[in-house]
């Protein structure tokens, strides 16, 4: 019995489960079949290392190395934490009852942290798709490679088989979208018809000049930067920003070789050569990257200016920007201070026409002073005439600060702003309010950074007390970004890395297109504002004036002139419709300031019409065009032609005339900038309303008894179509 063997019982379950001493009671850990998950979490890692490679060269910024591989390795580290953390918990909980690839596991809750990390860019629901193509098609990668490499072992057929059928499907997962992204686009669609404008400018606005011009540059002469340091042509005092911004520590001091008690007073200037005094006009860039001299990208805008009789300066706003020290907090206060800078320049330039030694001594005029802005520049050239204009004895705003900051009352008359921020700067009495300056706002359809017309907000804020001839005026740009209006600033309003290629930047116009229309209208506007040049009113009444010098694209014009009466809301009835009501105009950032007419209406036999009723005595001088905005909100041909304008004298006879014998009724322009319109979060259209003048003569030519002198109402007749929506706001009369 010594001799007989001893039976030993073998395990014959291939990949059973096994516990680790350590660990007994905590959780099973994972068999076999390791070069499949470890090749899995190599190429995750790899792809992830790859796209943060990707994002971080992308906000490179000389200076700034230190703090982008310390923000990087937080997040890294951020990443690497609550991976662990919640492997671990995952490990104590499910892990007691099922093994799974915990090393894997971690690694994809890493890398998904880390790339949720890098931001959504364009657009956080495309990011988020991308996160979700990178985890699975690299995972499916790396596995099926793994497992096909002469590590693994041998294995069945049908294993091997499987491991191809997932390379396969990896490399279908991961090209199929990289080619989209690179491909794809919404392409240049043909614009609107418009119509033929009543006045036409002879003359290209963004032609060059007349002057001869010169240029220099002007800084503290103590500025790491050649131009505005050992080169400057005539040296500024620096100005204390203290009172106003926080936050500037000494890796920023370190970056820019100054503190915020001594900013720099920099700036580019082209001016012309002549006897003068020049109107002066300040140009001010946004928020981009520090590495970028912004200021530069407006010398075409400055060159053209200085040839038709303008001192124009291009002023820098540099240190303001963001960059990798703004992660760790960054400054406070910096959307007033920009403002308020503007103001400091100009008391140097009223200093220098008011001394000698310079090229400008009695060749300024400081009573008419235009200020254009981009970006944040758009908003801070509002900020800084509401400054400029502020009653510092009333102490509203800021009670803190030194009265002698504000209140210059300079002779700030015209404000240009190009795709302007709005609402980042607000006084403690609401937002800013303007009155008799001349305002335009220029946006672009594809602004992928200030995705809504905000300065339309801005542009219902101006107003005008009469005393003196003021306009302002919008003009929507169809397939225009946001960075193209600086010429440094590129394709890519927004993103780094990966979601950059979110962006359509194939259906965009040309840049140089774009800065012809901001040339355009920034000749018109200020040569009819600054210079009295009434013969470019024109085009900021009606696009069309300039059809012949615009790049062809769609447009959208708003105009209101100090000379225009709208017809208060108690005097506008409305009958017919299916709805009617008034509602805040809803721009695809949010509701807008403006509060329009919504009308919609069926086939129901009814005649949709909204009157309007004109009080006989409000003006002494009589009307010349009857006014208002609209757009249709519904699309269709026949919406083209869906209004008539009916007038009605004193005696009750009536005039009417098709609207679209002046301009067809304008549908809604496409707002799409990225490639495809799930990625969007928000409407991929805005309503931005045409402004329509109609001449009271046109009326008078068809029905010979009408007398538009004595013109009693003004009604909107909606029977052109069967049914539509539109919205209408300010009818009334100029």
């Known amino acids: 019995m010594g001799n007989r063997p001893v039976a030993i019982e073998e395990n014959t379950e291939p990949h059973a489960p096994r516990r680790r001493p350590l660990l007994r009671g905590s959780g099973k850990t994972a068999g076999p079949r390791r070069p499949v998950r470890r090749g899995a979490a190599l190429a995750l890692g790899v792809a992830t290392a790859a796209a943060l490679a990707w994002s971080v060269w992308d906000q490179r910024f000389p200076g700034t190395a230190s703090a982008l591989l310390a923000q990087t390795a937080i997040n890294a580290l951020i990443a690497i934490a609550a991976a662990g953390l919640v492997t671990g918990l995952l490990f104590v909980t499910v892990g007691r009852f099922k093994a799974l690839p915990w ?17 959504a860019g364009a657009s956080r629901i495309g990011w988020f798709a991308a996160i979700a193509v990178i985890a699975v098609g690299t995972s499916l990668l790396g596995g099926a490679l793994g497992g096909l490499s002469p590590h693994a072992g041998r294995e069945p057929v049908r294993a091997r088989d499987r491991r191809i059928l997932a390379l ?35 003359e290209d606005p963004a032609a060059p000049g007349p002057f ?17 340091g050992d080169s400057a042509d005539l040296t500024t005092p620096t100005v204390d920003a203290s009172p106003l911004v926080t936050g500037w520590d000494d890796a920023r001091e370190s970056l820019w070789g100054f503190d915020i008690e001594h900013l720099p007073l920099n700036g580019m200037v082209w001016y012309p050569r002549g006897e003068g005094p020049f109107p002066l006009v300040l140009i001010v860039h946004g928020n981009k990257s520090g590495a970028v001299a912004s200021e530069e990208g407006f010398e075409y805008l400055g060159e053209l200016l200085a040839g038709h009789g303008f001192i124009a300066v291009s002023v820098d706003q540099n ?25 400091e320049h100009l008391r140097v330039w009223d200093e220098w026409n008011r001394g000698s030694g310079t090229p400008f001594a009695d060749r300024v ?22 400054l400029n204009a502020l009653d510092t004895d009333s102490g509203e705003e800021p009670p803190d600060l030194d009265p002698s900051l504000f209140g210059h009352g300079f002779g700030i008359r015209s404000l240009l702003a190009l795709a302007p921020a709005e609402g980042q700067y607000v006084p403690q009495s609401g937002p800013i309010r303007l009155e008799d300056v001349n305002y335009l706002a220029i946006q672009g359809s594809h602004d992928a950074d200030v995705t809504g017309f905000g300065g339309l907000d801005q542009y219902e804020r101006v107003s005008f007390t009469g005393a003196e001839p003021f306009v302002k005026a919008a003009l929507y740009v169809g397939r225009a970004n946001h960075g193209h209006f600086n010429s440094g600033w590129g394709d890519h309003d927004v993103g780094n ?71 208060e809301e108690s005097a506008v009835s409305v009958e017919g419709f299916a709805e009617a009501e008034r509602i805040a105009l809803p721009l695809r950032n949010g509701p807008g300031e403006d509060s329009v007419h919504s009308l919609a209406w069926e086939d129901d036999g009814r005649e949709p019409i909204l009157t309007a009723a004109l009080d006989a005595g409000a003006s002494t001088d009589p009307p010349s065009h009857v006014v208002f905005d609209a757009v249709a909100m519904t699309e269709g041909e026949e ?26 009724l304008r549908h809604l322009l496409s707002a799409q900038y990225l490639k495809a319109g799930w990625m969007h979060e928000s409407a991929l259209t805005q309503p931005v309303l045409q402004s329509y003048r109609l001449p009271l003569s046109d009326f008078e030519a068809v029905e010979a008894d009408f007398d538009a002198a004595d013109l009693r109402s003004v009604s909107l007749v909606f029977d052109g179509a069967a049914s539509g929506s539109v919205l209408v706001d300010d009818l009334g009369i100029a």
């Open 103 to 119: 090393a894997y596991l971690w690694t994809l809750l890493a890398c998904t942290v880390l790339l949720v990390t890098l931001g």
């Open 365 to 386: 005029d400081m009573e008419r002073i235009g200020l254009i802005g981009h970006s944040r520049g758009g908003e801070a050239i509002a900020v800084a005439a509401h």
């Open 639 to 664: 919406l083209a032609d869906a209004i008539g304008v009916r007038l009605t004298d004193g005696s009750g006879r009536t005039a009417e005339l098709r609207l679209a014998a002046t301009m067809p």
């Open 212 to 228: 001869e011009t010169a240029a220099i540059a002007y800084g503290s002469g103590s500025d790491e930067r050649e131009r505005y």
């Open 168 to 202: 396969a499907l990896s490399l279908v997962l991961l090209a199929a979208p990289t080619v989209w992204l690179l491909t794809a686009t919404q392409g240049t669609p043909a614009p609107a018809e418009d119509g033929t404008a009543s006045t036409v400018i002879e």
């Open 319 to 343: 240190f303001f920007n963001t960059g990798p020290l703004d992660r760790s907090g960054g400054l406070t206060g910096v959307n007033l201070a920009r403002g308020w800078l503007l103001l």
């Open 497 to 567: 890395g990966i979601p950059k290629l979110f962006l359509d930047t194939e259906t965009l116009m040309a840049p140089e297109d774009q800065r012809r229309v901001a040339a355009v209208y920034a000749s018109s506007f200020l040569r009819a504002t600054l210079a009295d040049d009434a013969s470019y009113l024109g085009l900021l009444q009606d696009h069309r004036a300039a059809s012949a010098f615009l790049p062809e694209t769609d447009y959208v014009s708003q105009f209101t002139g100090s000379g225009d009466t709208v017809v």
